[in-house]
């Protein structure tokens, strides 16, 4: 992973390049020597949280006061890069973790909630996982019908999410219920409450070395002391998907550069017609492409990084960056699996596997097309929904 055409790495730090290359070797040594059969197993790899924790992928921009690294916007960006050029699953389960768990907990948490859960997460002894989507509104949230309603002792909580990263694995849920009100919460709900199960999605062909389920709840016995106190409206999450849809944004570029290395080094050795097939025009065309949309989706990530440092990334900029480099990735994974002819379907190489991933990705955390519309609503004014 090194492409850098427009020497982009001239305005990063040391540190930033430092961060980068711990998780590069992270990801070399312990994911892409496994990634394949635990795909194809369906299986999530053995022990990943405790190491993204020691490796400080897990909330790296909290403060380290609750067991984060206080590391800046691109330091996140940057590992979310290098950890889905492992793949995606594995980004998935650090900016599940990093940004929809930890990040609502440092935000809208009470004193107590955030040093109860903050540094467990941040060390991956504890997993969360993160409920807003219900079965009948995923685009749509501000449908949802999960409830809360307060008995005076505790809150009583009734409703079901789906399509949950980690849920099957996780040892709390940051869940978003209304209340009685009609406004929006977020309870910490916590693995072992009555009422409270996780079942497990299964035969999955995406995302295959993700855990991925249901969180339902049946009449589960919430403690006040795990209601968020700061949040009272759909703000609340959005604003957590805003830190999530930026290190996706971030994270996408290391699955393309995985394949456009790929298809580089295979096209400059495999032979055709007697010269490498790199020498024919229609092959360049598409490598000349591929490091051309990757320039410019680090352009986009690089700017929007600084934004964000300075508090001031507006969420349709990123929306707008989560569309684009998902959308530069995905084709990318596609006609870099071409380049490699036959040899692109086998999981020796990572195209098939990124390509499928990112069939979740361009889905979730709003969809290509949902991204569109709040471009449309951020430059029109006209809600069109
Ligand atoms: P709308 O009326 O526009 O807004 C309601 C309130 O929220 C505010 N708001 C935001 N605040 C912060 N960040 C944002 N991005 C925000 N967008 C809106 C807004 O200002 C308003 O505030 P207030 O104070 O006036 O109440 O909301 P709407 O109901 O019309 O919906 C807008 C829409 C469609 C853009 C939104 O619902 C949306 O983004 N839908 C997509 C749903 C989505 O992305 N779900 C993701 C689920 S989590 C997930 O997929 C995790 S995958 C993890 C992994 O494995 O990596
Ligand atoms: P729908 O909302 O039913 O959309 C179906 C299609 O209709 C899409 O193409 C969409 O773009 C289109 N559409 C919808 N509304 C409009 C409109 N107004 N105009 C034009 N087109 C429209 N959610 C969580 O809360 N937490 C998680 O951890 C989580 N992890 C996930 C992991 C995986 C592997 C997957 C696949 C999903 C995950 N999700 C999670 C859910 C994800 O956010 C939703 O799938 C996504 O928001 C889309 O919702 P939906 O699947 O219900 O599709």
Same mark, same amino acid.
């Given at each position: 992973?090194?492409?850098?055409?427009?020497?982009?790495?001239?305005?990063?730090?040391?540190?930033?390049?430092?961060?980068?290359?711990?998780?590069?070797?992270?990801?070399?040594?312990?994911?892409?020597?496994?990634?394949?059969?635990?795909?194809?197993?369906?299986?999530?790899?053995?022990?990943?949280?405790?190491?993204?924790?020691?490796?400080?992928?897990?909330?790296? $921009?909290?403060?380290?006061?609750?067991? &984060?690294?206080? #590391?800046?916007?691109?330091? $996140?960006?940057?590992?979310?890069?290098?950890?889905?050029? &492992?793949?995606?699953?594995?980004?998935? *389960?650090?900016?599940?973790?990093?940004?929809?768990?930890?990040?609502?907990?440092?935000?809208?948490?009470?004193?107590?909630?955030?040093?109860? $859960?903050?540094?467990?997460?941040?060390? /991956?002894?504890?997993?969360?996982?993160?409920?807003?989507?219900?079965?009948?509104?995923? *685009?749509?949230?501000?449908?949802?019908?999960?409830?809360?309603?307060?008995?005076?002792?505790?809150?009583?909580?009734?409703?079901?999410?789906?399509?949950?990263? @980690?849920?099957?694995?996780?040892?709390?849920?940051?869940?978003?219920?209304?209340?009685?009100?009609?406004?929006?919460?977020?309870?910490?709900?916590?693995? /072992?409450?009555?009422?409270?199960?996780?079942?497990?999605?299964? @035969?999955?062909? *995406?995302?295959?070395?993700?855990?991925? &389920?249901?969180?339902?709840?049946? @009449? +589960?016995?919430?403690?006040?002391?795990?209601?968020?106190?700061?949040?009272?409206?759909?703000?609340?999450?959005?604003?957590?998907?805003?830190?999530?849809?930026?290190?996706?944004?971030?994270?996408?570029?290391?699955?393309?550069?995985?394949? $456009?290395?790929?298809?580089?080094?295979?096209?400059?050795?495999?032979?055709?017609?007697?010269?490498?097939?790199?020498?024919?025009?229609?092959?360049?065309?598409? #490598?000349?492409?591929?490091?051309?949309?990757?320039?410019?989706?680090?352009?986009?990530?690089?700017?929007?990084?600084?934004?964000? @440092?300075?508090?001031?990334?507006?969420?349709?900029?990123?929306?707008?960056?989560?569309?684009?480099?998902?959308?530069?990735?995905?084709?990318?994974?596609?006609?870099?699996?071409?380049?490699?002819?036959?040899?692109?379907?086998? /999981?020796?190489?990572?195209?098939?596997?990124?390509?499928?991933?990112?069939?979740?990705?361009?889905?979730?955390?709003?969809?290509?097309? +949902?991204?569109?519309?709040?471009?449309?609503?951020?430059?029109?004014?006209?809600?069109?929904?």
């Amino acid at each position: 992973m090194a492409t850098d055409y427009y020497q982009i790495d001239e305005l990063l730090t040391e540190e930033h390049k430092l961060i980068r290359q711990s998780v590069r070797d992270f990801v070399n040594q312990e994911i892409k020597p496994v990634i394949d059969e635990m795909a194809h197993k369906h299986k999530d790899i053995p022990g990943l949280m405790p190491k993204l924790g020691a490796i400080g992928a897990l909330g790296p $921009y909290i403060p380290e006061e609750y067991g &984060g690294a206080g #590391l800046d916007q691109i330091s $996140y960006g940057l590992i979310m890069q290098e950890l889905e050029a &492992g793949d995606s699953a594995v980004r998935s *389960s650090a900016s599940v973790q990093s940004s929809l768990v930890m990040f609502p907990i440092y935000s809208f948490g009470s004193e107590e909630q955030k040093r109860k $859960y903050l540094p467990q997460l941040a060390s /991956g002894e504890m997993i969360g996982c993160f409920g807003l989507t219900e079965p009948n509104h995923g *685009s749509n949230p501000a449908g949802m019908e999960t409830r809360i309603v307060d008995k005076g002792s505790h809150f009583l909580l009734n409703g079901a999410k789906m399509w949950i990263t @980690n849920s099957p694995i996780a040892d709390i849920a940051v869940v978003w219920a209304r209340d009685e009100e009609g406004k929006v919460r977020g309870v910490i709900v916590e693995r /072992g409450m009555d009422g409270f199960t996780t079942p497990e999605t299964h @035969n999955k062909w *995406s995302l295959r070395a993700s855990k991925t &389920g249901e969180l339902v709840f049946e @009449n +589960v016995e919430i403690p006040k002391e795990n209601v968020l106190p700061a949040v009272q409206s759909l703000r609340g999450p959005l604003s957590c998907l805003n830190s999530a849809r930026y290190g996706i944004s971030w994270g996408v570029i290391g699955a393309a550069i995985d394949c $456009y290395e790929t298809a580089l080094k295979y096209a400059q050795e495999r032979q055709q017609f007697g010269k490498p097939i790199a020498s024919f025009q229609l092959q360049q065309k598409k #490598l000349a492409e591929f490091v051309t949309e990757i320039t410019k989706a680090q352009l986009l990530c690089w700017r929007l990084g600084t934004l964000k @440092n300075e508090d001031k990334a507006t969420p349709a900029q990123i929306s707008m960056a989560k569309r684009n480099n998902v959308k530069m990735a995905i084709d990318i994974a596609r006609e870099s699996r071409q380049i490699m002819g036959g040899m692109g379907i086998v /999981g020796d190489y990572p195209m098939m596997r990124h390509a499928a991933n990112l069939e979740s990705v361009i889905t979730y955390e709003g969809t290509h097309d +949902v991204h569109l519309l709040i471009t449309g609503h951020d430059i029109t004014g006209i809600n069109a929904f």
